[in-house]
Structures are given as C-alpha cells and as structure tokens.
C-alpha cells in the first residue's frame, strides 16, 4: 500500500484548509485509513478514522471543527479541516491499517507527512 498526502500550508486562525491521501497498491486489504499529526517533541496523536464499513472516529479535540470523508472511486481520504486553531499545527500523516485476526496483528502504513500551520 502507497499512501500520497497532500493539502498542507499555511492558514489564519480560524480558516480552513482540506488534505487528501491518496491510497494505491493493494488497497483492498485495508481496514482502517485516517490521519494522524505529529508536533516535535510530543507523540503522533491520531486526528481522525474510519473503518472499511464507514464507522468514524474523531479526536476530542477536533470534534465538531473537522470532518474525514473518502471517496472510494478514487481511493481518496479527505480532511476538511474548519476553525483552524493555532494548536492544529502539526505535521499531518496519513494511515491505512492491515488488520489480521490468526495471528492478530496490525500492520501500518503511512505517507508523508503534509505540514499544516495555523497562525494566530
């Protein structure tokens, strides 16, 4: 699996901006895609997922700010970021997960990164 981030740059508080990810290879066999983001010196935090049947999850912290959406003719991962905050910079990275039951186990794969700066 290839994953292709693009969508980043640079944005006032409060606006908005949309990344996409693009997925390729064996795209079949992914269960879960989101995104994730990663400021130096903390832990990548994951943002926001779905599932292969379309069960989503969001981060506390970007409930009602932003939405993930794919679009499963392109292979394509959105996220429509709103109400930009200053503390949503980060680096933005693309997911796609591989989950297997016997054994169980997760494999991951990630593009790279997208930079996103919000400026107060």
């Known amino acids: 699996v290839q994953l292709q981030a693009s969508g980043g740059g640079l944005v006032q508080a409060g606006g908005s901006l949309r990344l996409a990810c693009v997925a390729s290879g064996n795209v079949a066999s992914i269960n879960v895609m989101g995104w994730y983001r990663h400021v130096p010196g903390k832990q990548r935090d994951m943002v926001a997922g779905?599932?292969?049947?379309?069960?989503?999850h969001y981060a506390d912290s970007v409930k009602g700010r932003f939405t993930l959406s794919r679009d499963g003719v392109e292979n394509t991962l959105y996220l429509q970021m709103n109400s930009l905050k200053p503390e949503d910079s980060a680096v933005y990275y693309c997911n796609a997960k591989q989950i297997t039951i016997e054994p169980l186990d997760s494999l991951d794969y990630w593009g790279q990164g997208t930079l996103v700066t919000v400026s107060s």
């Open positions: 779905i599932t292969k049947n379309g069960v989503i």
